[in-house]
C-alpha cells in the first residue's frame, strides 16, 4: 500500500508501455503503481499522504550527467549568482548591495554561470564602473574561463602589483605604467583565474554543510533530483569528499549523487588511480551516494580547452602512452571512466587509445564517457558507438556560442555539438551544465537550448536539423543521463519499481511558448518518495532548512538562480533597502541567523595552493 499518492496530475512517464497517466503511487521509496486516479487511489490507507497536483505537469526527476555539485556546493553560501539576470544594470544593483553587506575582509564573488550576451546590454561591466560602487571591498568577477574583473580592493588584496610576472598562459593586463589594471586573461588557460580566486578566503566546516545544504535544495527547485559529479580540480579523494559523505552519513542529502575522481597530481596519474582502486571498489556506495569511476581528467596530458576566445589547443607529444596505462589500470579494476575532451582533433587521438587498450584488455561492456566533445566528428561518433561508449553533452554553448561562431563561422556553429547525429549512430547520450563555473546549473537553460537552438543571448544557431522535440530533451536529462551512472533500470522513467523520483512543474513544458522554457520551476520534488522541495501551494510540505550561513549570504538575499521565477527576481528588488539582521528576510521568509565568527583569510581557499592547472573544469 501507498505511503505518498500524487493525483489529478499530467504524468510523463517516458515509458513506452504507458506514456501518460494521472496519478502515482510511491511505497519504500518506489513507484508502486502509475494510472488513472481511480487505479492509483486504491492504493490508498489512512495513513497514506494523497497530494492533489492541480492538473500540472509531472515528470521524472532530471539527471545532469556532468557537473561539478560538491565543489560547488562548498562555496554556493559565498558566491552572489548572475545566472539568468537579463540587464547589467540590475546585476550591477545586485552588487553594489552585496558589497553593502559583506563584512571584512570577505570578498564579493561572482562566479561563472552567465554570458555577457544574456544582458540586454551585451557586455561586461568596466573596471571604472566596479570601481566606482566597491572601493573598499575585494570584488572577483570570472566570465567563463576567458578572463575575471578585481577591482582595486581585491588587487591589494592579492598582492598584484607592477612586479608581479604574468604565469604561464596567463596574462595581467597593465596600465602605460606597468601598474595592474584588475583585468585576468586566460592566454590561453585560466590558471591565473583560480589562482587568484584561490586566495579569497574560505567557508569553515560548519559553513560547507549549511552550503552544501542550500545548494541542493537550489537544484531540487528547479526539479533536479540526481547528478552525476565530474570531480574537479583540487578535489582530493577522501578529505574533499568529507562534507558530502557526513551530509550522507546524517540522512540530509536531497540530490542522488554518483561522484566521479578526479586525478590531482601532473605525472602522478597512474599513482593516484592505483591507490584509490585499492580504496573503492567499483560503484562502492548506495542510491544516494555512490562512486561512479574515474575522470573527467584521467591524464593531464590528455585535456583541451573550451575558451572559443582563443584558439585550439594541439594535445602534447607523450600523451598517447601516459593515457594508456591509466586506461588499462582502471579496465582491469572494472572502473568505469570519462575524459574532458571539447574539440575532434582530441578526441580522435583519445580515441586511438581506447582502440588499442580494448585490443589488451577488453572493455566488454565496461560505460565510458567522452564528456563535451562539442566539434566531435560523425566518424568519431561512430568510433564512440563501436566500443559501446557515452557521450556527455552540456550547454556550454549556449554561453560561448557566439564566440565560436567570431571564430570558426556559423556554418560550424550548426553541429556543435552534433547531438542528432549522436543519437542517429544509437550512442548513449546525456545531457547536462557542467555547472556552476562555465555554465549555470540551471537544467532549463539546457532543455530550452536543446530545443530552440538557441544562445542565452538569443543568437540561433541550429537548424531543424540539430534541434530536439521537447519529449526527446527530456529523455536526454532523465532516462539518458541515467546510463551514465549505470541506473538506466531504476531511474528516469515514472514505472513500477522505478525510484520515485519526479518534479511538478511551474508551468507545462510541453505547451509553453518557447522561450518561456527558461523560467520553468519545480513546484513539488520527490527524492525516493520523500518531499525535498515544495513552492507555492505545495510550499508547506517541504521541509524547512536552517538560514544560510553566514547571514551576509548573498544567498540570503538574493537566492539562486535570477531567472528562474518572475517573483523571485521581482521579491529581491521590491526590498531594496537592506533588512536589519533579526527581521524576516523577504526573499525567503526566514529569520536570519545571528551574526557568526567569521571564517578566517586561508590561502588554500577554493581548489589549494597557488600553482593548480586544473584549469579547464
Not at 537579463?86 to 544593483?93: E, I
Not at 557586455?123 to 576567458?146: G, M, S
Not at 523571485?568 to 521590491?574: G, N
Amino acid at each position: 500500500m501507498a505511503d505518498l499518492i500524487v493525483r489529478n496530475a499530467r504524468v510523463t512517464t517516458l515509458h513506452p508501455e504507458l506514456a501518460s497517466a494521472s496519478a502515482l503511487a510511491i511505497a519504500d521509496g518506489s513507484i508502486v503503481a502509475v494510472g488513472s486516479d481511480a487505479e492509483v487511489m486504491a492504493y490508498a490507507t489512512r495513513a497514506s499522504q494523497v497530494i492533489d497536483a492541480q492538473g500540472r505537469r509531472l515528470i521524472p526527476g532530471l539527471n545532469d550527467s556532468h557537473t561539478h555539485l560538491i565543489r560547488g556546493g562548498l562555496n554556493y553560501n559565498m558566491e552572489l549568482r548572475w545566472d539568468g539576470v537579463r540587464s547589467l544594470a540590475d546585476a550591477m544593483a545586485m552588487l553594489k548591495q552585496q558589497v553593502a553587506r559583506t563584512p571584512a575582509p570577505q570578498w564579493v564573488r561572482v562566479v561563472g554561470g552567465f554570458s555577457q550576451h544574456q544582458f540586454v546590454e551585451k557586455r561586461l561591466p568596466t573596471l571604472d564602473e566596479i570601481n566606482a560602487i566597491t572601493p573598499d571591498t575585494p570584488v572577483f568577477l570570472l566570465h567563463l574561463y576567458d578572463r575575471a574583473l578585481l577591482n582595486r580592493a581585491a588587487l591589494r588584496a592579492v598582492g598584484y602589483s607592477k612586479d608581479s610576472p604574468d604565469p604561464p598562459g596567463g596574462r595581467i593586463e597593465r596600465d602605460k605604467a606597468g601598474n595592474p589594471t584588475g583585468l585576468l586573461l586566460a592566454k590561453p588557460n585560466a590558471l591565473i583565474l583560480y589562482a587568484t580566486l584561490a586566495m579569497g578566503p574560505k567557508l569553515p566546516p560548519e559553513y560547507q554543510i549549511n552550503s552544501t545544504r542550500h545548494f541542493m535544495r537550489e537544484l531540487n527547485r528547479l526539479g533536479i533530483t540526481s547528478v552525476i559529479d565530474a570531480g574537479g580540480g583540487f578535489q582530493n579523494y577522501p578529505e574533499d569528499y568529507e562534507i558530502i559523505h557526513k551530509l550522507h552519513a546524517d540522512g540530509e542529502l536531497t540530490v542522488r549523487i554518483a561522484y566521479n575522481l578526479f586525478t590531482q597530481n601532473k605525472g602522478g596519474e597512474v599513482a593516484d588511480f592505483q591507490r584509490w582502486t585499492q580504496l573503492l571498489r567499483p560503484r562502492q556506495g548506495d542510491d544516494m551516494l555512490r562512486h561512479n569511476g574515474a575522470g573527467e581528467m584521467l591524464v593531464f596530458s590528455a585535456a583541451d580547452f573550451e575558451d572559443f576566445r582563443e584558439p585550439r589547443p594541439d594535445l602534447p607529444d607523450g600523451m598517447e602512452g601516459e593515457l594508456a596505462d591509466v586506461v588499462r589500470l582502471l579496465v582491469q579494476n572494472r572502473w568505469p571512466f570519462r575524459i574532458h575532451a571539447t574539440y575532434d582533433e582530441s578526441i580522435s587521438r583519445v580515441l586511438d587509445v581506447y582502440e588499442q587498450v580494448d585490443r589488451e584488455v577488453p572493455f566488454d561492456g565496461l560505460h565510458w564517457i567522452v564528456d563535451h566533445a562539442e566539434t566531435i566528428s560523425e566518424r568519431n561518433i561512430d568510433r564512440v558507438r563501436a566500443l559501446n561508449g557515452g557521450i556527455a553533452i552540456q550547454h556550454r554553448m549556449a554561453f560561448q556560442g557566439e564566440f565560436f561562431a567570431d571564430r570558426y563561422g556559423t556554418d560550424m556553429l550548426k553541429r556543435t555539438p552534433p547531438v542528432r547525429r549522436m543519437l542517429a549512430a544509437g550512442v548513449a547520450v546525456g545531457a547536462g551544465t557542467d555547472a556552476t563555473r562555465v555554465a549555470s546549473y540551471n537544467p532549463w537553460i539546457s532543455l530550452y537550448w536543446l530545443v530552440s537552438g538557441r544562445t542565452v543571448g538569443g543568437m540561433p544557431m541550429y537548424g531543424d536539423d540539430n534541434r530536439l522535440q521537447r519529449e526527446e530533451a527530456l529523455r536526454l536529462w532523465t532516462h539518458g543521463s541515467a546510463w551514465f551512472s549505470d541506473d538506466q533500470d531504476r531511474k528516469g522513467r515514472l514505472a513500477v519499481g522505478q525510484h520515485a523520483d519526479f518534479s511538478l512543474l511551474s508551468a507545462d513544458f510541453f505547451s509553453v511558448e518557447e522561450k518561456a522554457i527558461k523560467d520553468i520551476t519545480s513546484v513539488l520534488t520527490v527524492v525516493g518518495g520523500k518531499i525535498v522541495h515544495g513552492d507555492e501551494d505545495f510550499s508547506p510540505l517541504a521541509p524547512q532548512l536552517p538560514a544560510p550561513m553566514p547571514d551576509w549570504s548573498p544567498v540570503n538575499r538574493f537566492g539562486g538562480y535570477r531567472g528562474g521565477s518572475l517573483a523571485q527576481a521581482s521579491a529581491a528588488f521590491a526590498s531594496a533597502h537592506l533588512h536589519p539582521h533579526g527581521q524576516t528576510c523577504a526573499m525567503h521568509g526566514h529569520g536570519h541567523a545571528s551574526q557568526r565568527q567569521t571564517p578566517s583569510r586561508d590561502v588554500r581557499g577554493f581548489w589549494g595552493a597557488l600553482g593548480c592547472s586544473c584549469y579547464a573544469f
